[in-house]
């Protein structure tokens, strides 16, 4: 069977964070966040607050009661996001398979990425560093061979934790932890299974596949598999994405044109290959500039024909440069592409055609591709011409 190496990462009491990181005198303090109506409950406090017993979907007036020095902030859902946004990001720095599912929590398949970034432990390092770097904030980090073992894994040590569940440990591993656990073993399914003296994920092996199908239904058949720690569910990355982009905030404002168009080749070309690990291709082509005043502006320009080539995105989304009168200093640059359409169902030949790209470009793209997954991106710079 084909080995993989998950990593799921989830963000460490996300929204009091930011709060705390947004207010850095909040630092250290009992931060509560959470609806602010008489009936709210609390989305979620810092690890301050979960010393009094405070957690998630507890009503507030509970909350006060249990710590009335705590300070209590409503949701800014918006600036989470944002926040959220930058976080995903950098985690699609390391793979194109990335599948977030929730504001604060991801799975990587990072199979592929070690000969980039190093072995998966130099991966969890490096995106704690950046994350780290970049928002602010610290993660929690859980890596192995599946989906499930790797969330298992990431809520084993928090705050910032990093924990790696090697595939022969899994049975070591599992055999201890509580049934409750296992993603999606609710309150009802617990009480089902303490019905039969099951506490443990242990205990849980020593029943039969026909029997926990029995009494459990198809739930009974996935935990049959998850107590041995067996998970084959795939990472599957933008669900439903409308569009795939890379922008940066320049080091310092620029309007050299030069600076800028080398600029535009890298985020077309890092926009290109994402598309093309995912079977993804675009039509619509847009340069994003932002001025040094602020002001913003994005046109785009839709191709002929569904595209992923790097050559195609990056030469559009210069022809918009070059179109595009720069009174100021440019900002931020980046690259979208959008209108997106599959195409992983096609044959290579067939994409090819369907494609619009030309042979030779094909040739190109996958060669660099190659190169970038043996030697780094790092050593991939793209001439032009
Ligand atoms: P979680 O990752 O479950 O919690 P957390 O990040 O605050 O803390 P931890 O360090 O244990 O991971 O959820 C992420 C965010 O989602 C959380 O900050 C607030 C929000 N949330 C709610 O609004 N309601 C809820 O019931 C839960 C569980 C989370
Ligand atoms: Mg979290």
């Not at 009802?188 to 009494?215: A, C, P, W």
Request: one cysteine or more.
């Amino acid at each position: 069977m084909l080995t993989r190496t998950i990593l799921h990462i989830d963000m460490d009491a996300f929204f009091a964070a930011i709060e705390v990181l947004d207010s850095p005198s909040l630092k250290g303090k009992p931060v509560i966040v959470g609806g602010s109506t008489k009936r709210g409950v609390v989305s979620t406090a810092s690890y301050e607050a979960r010393r009094f017993g405070i957690h998630s979907a507890m009503p507030i007036f509970q909350a006060k009661e249990r710590c009335p020095q705590g300070i209590f902030l409503p949701v800014k859902k918006d600036r989470y996001k944002e926040v959220s946004k930058k976080v995903m990001d950098i985690l699609r720095d390391f793979t194109p398979l990335v599948e977030q599912v929730s504001i604060d929590e991801a799975y990587l398949d990072i199979t592929g990425s070690e000969a980039l970034f190093g072995n998966a432990e130099e991966i969890a390092r490096h995106i704690k560093a950046r994350i780290g770097k970049e928002t602010g904030l610290t993660c929690s980090i859980g890596i192995g061979p599946n989906k499930f073992l790797a969330k298992v894994a990431s809520d084993i040590y928090k705050p910032d934790g990093l924990t790696i569940i090697l595939a022969d440990d899994v049975d070591k591993f599992l055999s201890r932890l509580p049934v409750e656990k296992i993603p999606g073993v609710g309150r009802r399914t617990i009480k089902g299974l303490r019905h039969y003296g099951i506490k443990t994920i242990g205990d849980l092996k020593r029943f039969s596949k026909e029997q926990l199908l029995k009494d459990l239904g198809r739930f009974g058949g996935r935990l049959y598999e998850l107590a041995k720690g067996m998970d084959n569910s795939p990472v599957v990355p933008y669900r439903g994405v409308k569009s795939i982009s890379s922008e940066e905030t320049l080091s310092s404002d620029t309007g050299d044109l030069s600076i800028l168009k080398e600029r535009v080749i890298s985020h077309a070309d890092k926009v290109a290959w994402r598309l093309r690990k995912e079977g993804l291709k675009g039509r619509t082509i847009t340069l994003k500039i932002k001025l040094d005043d602020f002001t913003e502006m994005s046109k785009g320009l839709t191709v002929r024909y569904t595209t992923d080539s790097t050559k195609i995105i990056s030469d559009s989304a210069i022809k918009q440069l070059k179109d595009y009168p720069l009174k100021r200093k440019v900002r931020l640059i980046g690259v979208t592409v959008s209108n997106l359409e599959g195409s992983k169902e096609g044959s290579q030949t067939s994409l090819f055609m369907a494609g619009g790209k030309k042979e030779k470009e094909r040739k190109t793209d996958e060669a660099m591709d190659e190169i970038r997954e043996r030697f780094g991106g790092k050593v991939i710079k793209r001439g032009r011409g």
